[in-house]
Structures are given as C-alpha cells and as structure tokens.
C-alpha cells in the first residue's frame, strides 16, 4: 500500500469544506436541508433522470450490441459503478466520522455513499457515440484541412479545448450546462466527479494521475474556479487543483467494473475462455475461492456471477483500505494514484488489462465499430460545424440552412443568441455530436450524406 510521510506546515483539505452541498444556483449560502432527502441523494435522482444519462442505454460500453447475448453498455455500467461506488463511500464515510466525531452533527455515512454513487453514476455522461473512436472523431475534424480553417477564429487555449476532445470535460460541461437545468449538482457531488481538476491548457506533472487527462473547458474554468475555492481544495498550480479525495473512490469504482465486467462479456462472447477468467478472479477472491463450490453450479452464467460478485466485493474491502491508510495524504494532495493500483490485487489486475487489451480491446467486432464510428462522427462534425458557422458568421447556403433546421429546438434557439464567438458555436455542435446515441448518429450520417 501506498503511504508517504506528510509534509510538515503542509496545508490539510477539511471536510466541512469538501461536503460542500451548494449548488452554482443557490442565491444565499444558508442552504434549507431536506431532513427525509439530502441534497446528496437529489444529486443522484437528478442523474438517473436527466435525458444525457438515459442517453447512455444506446452508447456502447466495448462491444456493439451484438444479436446472441446481452453485453455492458454505458448505462448499465454507469448503474453497476454507482452501485459500487456506494459501498466504497459507505466505507469511506464510515471512516471519516469515527476519525472526525464532530461531523457526525452533520453528515451520515449516507451521504457520502449517495455523493460518490452519484458521481459514478455521472461518470461517463460526456462520454460521445462509439466511446474513445467517437472522441477521437470529434478532435480529428479540427485537425483536418477543413477544420483547422476555425483555428484563426479562437484563442490559443479554445483550439486546445477543440483538438482534444475529453468524455470527463464534456461531462462537467453538460453537468452545468443551460440546456440540462435539472442536472445542476452539489460541489461535493461536482468534486467527486472531476477525475482530473485542470484544464486542457494546463501544465501537467507527468507523476500526477490526477493529471493524465483534464477536466474542464475553457468555457468551465469560472465556474471549476468557483467550486474550487469554495471547498478549498489545494491549488497544484494556474487553474489546476488536487483531486477531491472522493474522486478517488469514483475512480476506483470505475476501474473495478469495467476491468471484472469487461473480462466477464469477453467470456461470455467467447473471447477469453472460463479457464482464463476463472484463474484471474480466482487470484483476487483468495481464500475464499472454492473450486469445490463452484462446480455445483450448474449454468456458466451463475459461475460468472458468482465469481465476479466475490471478486468486486474483495476489490472493495482492499480500496477502502488504501483510502483509509491514506486519508491525510488525501486531504494534503500528496496521494496522486489511482487507489487500485495500491492494493495487494494490483498486480492480476494489470494481468487482466493486458490481456483484455489483446484479446478484446483488439477483437475484430470493437475495432470495427471504432473505424466506422470514427467515420461517422468525423463527417458529422464537418457537415454541422461548416452550417452553423456559415450561418452564425458568413452568407449560408441553401445546404447549411437546412442542415442547421435538422438540430434540436433547443439547440437552435441556443444559436439564436447575440454574442456568441465562434468557440461557442463550435462548441454547441460538439454538444450536439457527442450527445447522440450510436444508432441515431450512424441514422443522421445516412440522412446527411443521402445513403
């Protein structure tokens, strides 16, 4: 396990602060608290509800829906995360306020289970069509001739914002955005969700998992800012901050899922063998595991359950653990990993990556939903971002009209506003492309394109 000597004079997080359950909308800082339902559990109804997150039941997790056997997709693993990532605040909380006697007049274990259920269960709502191929899509067209025709039209740091799309920035822009009012989140729930609290523009410290990715656009810096400081989380550097310690539970409970979940559908599509799958968890599961018991179950879909559900709940108890070993370096920033990576599971989780990668990640069917995806999002970004702009900027034609009546009222009533750059433009688009479904988007592509 991960545990380094805390600088001393070194500035602490507190979690008062951290359990900030203000909203962005919030017009006094006297909060009215629902006794039977705290913000913390509004925050995951808000998710559960909102038109982005049911979205996800047509975005594919790794595999394309194939017709035989039912496989993840980004809503039932968002659920299976949020459940996970509920035993893990639980587990946290717990913790917390034994250490910290005096919260206990104000929080509950509760709530830091409904905070970190809730961010996992907003966790890949930025996420676009056809997953990493959809990303690249969406940053390859303003690399392209016609797109880096937009590149004199904005700042430096908007073009970074434009030619490195991310699904963790993008959520907490639709986290925030105009358009989805009724998803507006507490700034605990908003700090447990940002994986990576820097802009796209930001230095970066290679050693910081924190920063392997970022978090927010240009277009969120204000607010990020606001939120920051409002639970007074460490400053690293300009507009880039230590990671809310809650995050990394919702991390953890994303690498949990999609690696034991992911491992499961390539067996059950007969990608990796039960064998193969059967060693792994067996290794994590330990002691528990008993070759004897499991052969008295019948069916392999049981078998995989049974195995993974063990496996899970092991990877659970081993997470909570690392957080708690490590809860000042936490609350200090000196902790920058990713908590599975300090557990004794570590090692076969990193056994089972690798051969995922080989085996699954690398299958034929997920590399060609990744080429045709990225062809589809590609040629949509050109056919929108070419229209708006003709018709926001220059003279439209006939085509760009019509193109521009095919994007959704609110949308359109969006562009209707005075004053917006072409960064703001551009970005709307991105909106529009990345919220698609699979299906809907390859659907636009053929009307388009007249196929």
């Known amino acids: 396990m991960y545990v380094s000597e805390i600088p001393r004079n070194t500035y602490l997080m507190n979690w008062n602060h951290l359990l900030s359950s203000r909203r962005f909308s919030d017009k006094s800082p006297d909060i009215t608290h629902d006794k039977n339902r705290s913000r913390f559990e509004q925050d995951y109804d808000r998710v559960i509800f909102s038109q982005p997150f049911r979205k996800l039941q047509d975005k594919t997790q790794v595999f394309p829906l194939p017709e ?42 509760h709530d830091f289970g409904s905070i970190v259920a809730s961010a996992c269960l907003a966790h890949d709502i930025g996420n676009p069509p056809f997953g990493h191929a959809g990303e690249e ?81 240009q277009s969120g810096q204000q607010r990020f800012a606001e939120m920051a400081t409002a639970m007074q989380l460490v400053e690293v550097s300009d507009h880039s901050w230590c990671r809310h310690p809650l995050a990394f539970l919702v991390e953890a409970a994303d690498d949990i899922c999609y690696t034991i979940i992911d491992l499961e559908d390539g067996c059950r599509l007969g990608l990796i063998s039960f064998d193969v799958y059967k060693d792994f968890l067996a290794q994590i599961i330990g002691s528990n595991f008993s070759e004897e018991k499991l052969e008295r179950v019948p069916s392999l879909n049981e078998k995989l359950g049974i195995m993974r559900a063990m496996a899970i709940t092991q990877l659970v108890i081993e997470s909570s653990s690392v957080f708690q070993d490590n809860e000042q370096h936490l609350l200090n920033g000196s902790f920058d990993k990713a908590l599975t990576h300090c557990t004794p599971s570590a090692r076969i989780l990193d056994d089972i990556s690798k051969v995922s990668v080989e085996k699954i990640y690398r299958s034929r069917p997920v590399l060609e939903k990744e080429a045709g995806g990225y062809e589809v999002i590609t040629k949509l970004m050109e056919a929108f971002c070419t229209a708006v702009y003709h018709c926001q900027f220059k003279k439209p034609q006939p085509r760009h009209k019509s193109l521009s009546r095919l994007l959704p009222q609110e949308y359109q009533l969006e562009f209707e506003k005075k004053g917006l750059s072409v960064y703001e433009s551009l970005q709307l688009v991105t909106d529009y492309i990345s919220s698609l479904t699979d299906r809907y988007a390859v659907s636009l592509y053929k009307i388009v394109y007249g196929l």
């Not at 303003?142 to 991310?166: C, H, N, P, Q």
């Not at 605990?188 to 910081?208: I, Q, V």
């Open 68 to 109: 035989d056997d039912f496989v993840h997709t980004r809503l039932t693993h968002s659920l299976e995360v949020s459940s996970v990532g509920r035993s893990l605040g639980k587990n946290a909380g717990l913790f917390v306020l034994e250490k910290y006697p005096e919260l206990q007049e104000q929080f509950s274990t």
């Open 137 to 217: 899509g969406i940053s390859s067209f303003f690399k392209s001739e016609i797109g880096r025709g937009f590149e004199s039209k904005v700042t430096k740091e908007e073009w970074k914002d434009l030619t490195t799309f991310e699904g963790n920035a993008q959520g907490f822009r639709i986290l925030n955005s105009p358009l989805y009012r009724g998803t507006e989140l507490t700034f605990a729930t908003l700090g447990a969700f940002t994986k990576y609290p820097l802009s796209s523009s930001s230095e970066k410290e290679a050693e910081r998992k924190s920063q392997k990715k970022f978090g927010y656009y």
